[in-house]
């Protein structure tokens, strides 16, 4: 009862998952768009909401093709979903796609070659940006579910993006908070993965700094003696 | 006046333990099933009533006879409670049981056999663990003690729940917040007990992160040169 | 123009400091005393407020005469208040005393000579102690400056507590908070002084709970093999 | 397309920094005290506002030729934007010059040469200055933007400083919020600057805590053998 897939099996799905990850990425921008479309565009603006559905509902298809692909190179028939349960949670919460950032970050950055950022300053650049949409898409998410409540104080898109800013760096004025049971389970969420990952931003930048004080610290003496 | 026993005494007071703690989990698990059905059915389901007494009573009785039991074998007579304050503390106060649960999660590891997770995660799903059942069961004794009062905010059990996120993480919205005297004990209690557990969780995320980037400058070379 | 003493003048300091450390300790918690005495007693009681006058005021000659000791033991003349800054400080706001605990805290544990704590334990004994004084001080403080305002938001000193929590622990609800110009000094130093402290509790905290998950990890092979 | 200046240019261009760093500082000063005039001083008070705008005005002329000299001494060309970003974002904002003071701290302590600060004071100096600037300076824009809105919560600079604490130590009461666009775009950036900078103060401090306590177990050994 291994979890684990052959040898060949996992360099035919690191050879699909290498291949497939810039696109992905690209699809994971789009459907964003898409739902952002949705969102905020006014309910009686026809165009725009036949573009978003087909948006959502095409990328979503590529996400499923994606997943199916890769559930049978692995090898791993129905323990898929197990092994790789945060691919399975993004599949059905593509929100939460920015969490597989990680790889499309790596990808990128060995294509293009250039001389590489240092290790802090690298989980510094992961993290923001995949907080950075999280942010987003919570903020959507919020607005969406929350903007025709009655007595709801997060009224504009402007207002949910605020409350958005307030909730990840911790600081929760609480002038704009959610009043809906989804609401309120979005923001949670946006707690538990944002604060997480905003702890990595800090933690490194600190780091950095003291490193980059330390190594001064080495160039100073010739100076001097 | 030595505070510890002697050989033949750890050994059986370990043995005792070791045999001891997944049943006592799943007894605290018991308790706070009890008395969320206490606190949460409504006051005239006699049926709930009566199961919850039973269950948190029946449970806690569990707890002082493990707790007399410990202290016999120890040997170390009234210098027990002093030595194993904790446990003390959460005879008293069997809401406070999550905090035990490091001993818990290593014996459910040991027996599982399984690879074991690396250090990092396994930090953060202790803490996690234990900073979820704590919060959960922080909401449940603030819902009890606020809901009647006339000028509360926190009036559902969600609201409660929302509380303990929006505290448990720093956020501190203020939409909900304890207004008598013993709803803050209780939330001071959770800050103080939380924090420290939520500020484990990021800090081993941020550990591990800056691990996974750097492993990968570890496989990258070879695939240059 | 040296701003260190010489040998001789250390040696004479340090054996004055370590004669002094206990009992200008406890002569710090009698300030406090007296201070919230005078802050909490009804302006009508007569003898309180006159045990709270000598309280503070003794216990400020005492500090007073132990700074100009000082001064006079170590031979820096008009250079010392600028050396001894933080000393300074204290001295001009006792409430600020317990930041000087560091030294406290050793003397007391090198005198009962018991198996020392950890690091991490020491640590956070030290900064939790010192955030516990400071918030109370901080309480009291803003109790006293906030209280009479007509569109105060802390008017019991239940709430001052209240706050102190909120703020120290950054959770910052907002239910209770200081509006005169004062108060909110007060408040931004206790932000200040306290969040530090606090960061290295929940730091220690966390490098603690590693180091107890790695020592099981050296613990476990002979167990296996 | 190397984005690297040869060795003489870079010789060149150390020179011109490392002569420039310090008046550019007060500059910097200049420009914000000519800002705080030019936001507090009452609107109908002539020669302040005269003063403020020149303040304002020739100190940003002196920062325009300060990027142009080094633009040209850099031999990078029309690359030097892209490559000093940073710089490019402080000549077009101004108020976020204290996040260059890095360079500045270090030039200021190698002419005392006194003897230095150990890595972690120095760190909590200068991250800790830099947040204090720019909270400042945060504070002084939010007041500027704000204070005149019907509705706003910010209605004195003292309101505005309190915000600006309570934001950067993520406290967060919400008591004084901003309210209008470029308020909030204001106090996004001082999240997303400022936590990143305090979190480097707080870690320093803790880390410095724990070297104190360490370096006491060295030092206690030989009082007892």
């Keep these: 009862m291994s979890d684990r897939p052959g040898p060949e099996a996992t360099a035919r799905l690191t050879r699909w998952e290498q291949r497939t990850e810039v696109p992905l990425f690209l699809a994971g921008l789009l459907f964003l768009t898409g739902y952002a479309v949705r969102v905020l565009a006014p ?3 026809q165009p725009w909401h036949d573009i978003s559905l087909t948006l959502v509902w095409s990328t979503w298809l590529l996400f499923l093709v994606d997943y199916v692909t890769r ?3 692995s090898g791993l028939g129905y323990r898929f979903p197990r092994v790789h349960w945060l691919d399975t949670v993004v599949l059905l919460l593509p929100l939460l796609r920015p969490l597989r950032m990680v790889q499309v970050y790596q990808a990128v950055q060995r294509r293009r070659d250039r001389p590489r950022l240092n ?6 650049t992961y993290a923001g940006m995949t907080v950075g949409l999280l942010g987003f898409a919570a903020a959507l998410a919020v607005y969406n579910l929350e903007h025709r409540t009655p007595d709801a104080s997060i009224r504009t898109f402007g207002d949910a993006v605020w409350w958005a800013c307030a ?3 911790t600081v929760g004025y609480g002038d704009a908070t959610p009043v809906t049971f989804w609401g309120r389970v979005v923001a949670a969420g946006l707690m538990a993965c944002g604060l997480a990952l905003l702890g990595a931003v800090t933690g490194s930048f600190s780091s950095w700094l003291i490193q980059v004080f330390a190594r001064e610290d080495e160039k100073r003496p010739p100076e001097r003696g």
Tied chains: 1, 2, 3, 4.
Excluded: F, P
Excluded at 119 to 124: D, E, S, T
């Design 43 to 45: 309910h009686d603006a």
């Design 71 to 73: 559930l049978r190179l």
């Design 119 to 124: 290790l802090y300053a690298r989980v510094m």
């Design 167 to 169: 909730t990840l760096t």
